[in-house]
């Protein structure tokens, strides 16, 4: 089907991409730099999977791509009270959205913004470019 192209309505800025097994978007990132990325990466970066985790001990978690901006982590700290650590590199707003669905506390950024996520409760924390700040 060449010269095929897909119209999304109500989305003008995709409606001339063309069709082809080998697209590949082009992202351009908060400091001006241009990325070519995978259909797969940019499905990454709009719409996270969620991790969900039973706890055993602390945890860290890292961005799944170096352009996703936000990720849902649901918890369970399994008994005890543990820790939830950003590492690794985040986007300045990167949204970290958590739900604490156990019957013990988790500190979120324990070494830093250290803020405690109590049984059954939603928290949303932002990254600034610098800091973690607890938004709710």
């Known amino acids: 089907m060449a010269g095929a192209k ?3 309505y109500g989305l003008p800025a995709l ?4 069709l082809a ?6 992202w351009k990132t908060s400091t001006g730099v241009t990325k070519k990325i995978t259909i797969t ?3 990454q970066i709009i719409s ?3 991790y969900t985790s039973t706890m055993i001990g602390n945890e860290t978690f890292t961005p799944a791509h170096t352009l996703q901006q936000s990720g849902k982590y649901i918890l369970d700290a399994n008994g005890s009270e543990r820790n939830f650590n950003p590492t690794g590199t985040f986007l300045a707003g990167f949204e970290a959205k958590m739900i604490n669905k156990g019957s013990e506390n988790i500190i979120f950024d324990s070494s830093g913004l250290a803020e405690v996520v ?3 409760s939603v928290s949303v ?10 938004m709710i």
């Open 41 to 43: 990466e940019l499905l």
């Open 125 to 134: 924390f932002i990254f600034d470019g610098t800091d973690w700040l607890r």
């Open 21 to 26: 097994a080998d697209l590949i978007p082009i």
């Open 15 to 18: 409606a001339d991409m063309p």
């Open 48 to 50: 996270p999977a969620t």
């Open 118 to 120: 109590v049984p059954g």
């Open 6 to 8: 897909l119209t999304f």
